[in-house]
């Protein structure tokens, strides 16, 4: 399973930008999703994740900023990112929980980061 994350960016105070995390290669199924960020020399944090179901969950600072979702048919994710503030800019990493077949554990799949830049 490869994850391959895009969607990363410059934008001013206040725009927007969307990210995306498609999932390729053979796989059984993908339960959760999640996008992280990590500032240099900081721990890498949840931002937003979502269940199999659609349940979704925010860091308190997105909330009512950004939207995750997700297109099962497709292995992808989203993260809608508005009003976007200078503290916001970092490497956004996205997360899979997947299994390469009916009889494997469940496993976490990393992307590579994307680099969000907020600045006037």
């Known amino acids: 399973v490869q994850l391959q994350a895009y969607g990363g960016g410059l934008v001013q105070p206040g725009g927007s930008l969307r990210l995306s995390c498609a999932a390729s290669g053979s796989f059984f199924s993908v339960g959760a999703m999640g996008w992280y960020r990590q500032a240099p020399g900081k721990q890498r944090e949840l931002v937003a994740s979502?269940?199999?179901?659609?349940?979704?969950n925010y860091q308190d600072s997105v909330k009512g900023r950004f939207t995750i979702s997700r297109e099962n048919a497709k292995n992808t994710m989203y993260l809608q990112m508005n009003s976007l503030k200078p503290e916001d800019t970092t490497n956004y990493y996205c997360?899979?929980?997947?299994?390469?077949?009916?009889?494997?554990?469940?496993?976490?799949?990393w992307g590579q980061g994307t680099q969000v830049t907020v600045s006037s």
């Open positions: 997360k899979f929980q997947a299994r390469r077949n009916q009889w494997d554990n469940w496993n976490d799949y």
């Open positions: 979502i269940t199999s179901v659609g349940a979704t």
